[in-house]
């Protein structure tokens, strides 16, 4: 017998949760860069046990080279998007 995780939806009604490794993925460097912890604290054994004992059976660790692609990416793509919204806004300037 297996337990069934469920989500709410925003509307409070439910839904199954499903894993995703992208969006832990995602989360994990996340929390690193939060936390100004080393990028290998996400491979390491005792981090890769904790999550699965205590939060997520099916945790796949990461390896800090995945996790550093994954963090340059993000950045990459958040400074686009500013200098994309920063180009587009017209600014008058008048000098005295």
């Not at 995780?5 to 995703?20: E, K, L, Q, V």
């Not at 989360?27 to 604290?41: H, Y």
């Not at 996790?67 to 017209?90: G, I, N, P, W």
């Amino acid at each position: 017998m297996s337990q069934s995780h469920i989500s709410f939806n925003p509307d409070g009604s439910m839904h199954n949760w499903d894993y995703c490794p992208i969006i832990a993925r995602t989360q994990l460097f996340r929390l690193l860069a939060r936390l100004d912890v080393p990028i290998s604290l996400g491979e390491s054994y005792s981090f890769e046990e904790y999550i699965r004992t205590a939060h997520n059976p099916k945790f796949v660790s990461v390896s800090s080279q995945t996790t550093t692609r994954d963090m340059l990416k993000y950045f990459t793509d958040c400074k686009a998007k500013l200098v994309e919204t920063v180009s587009s806004t017209s600014v008058n300037c008048v000098c005295v």
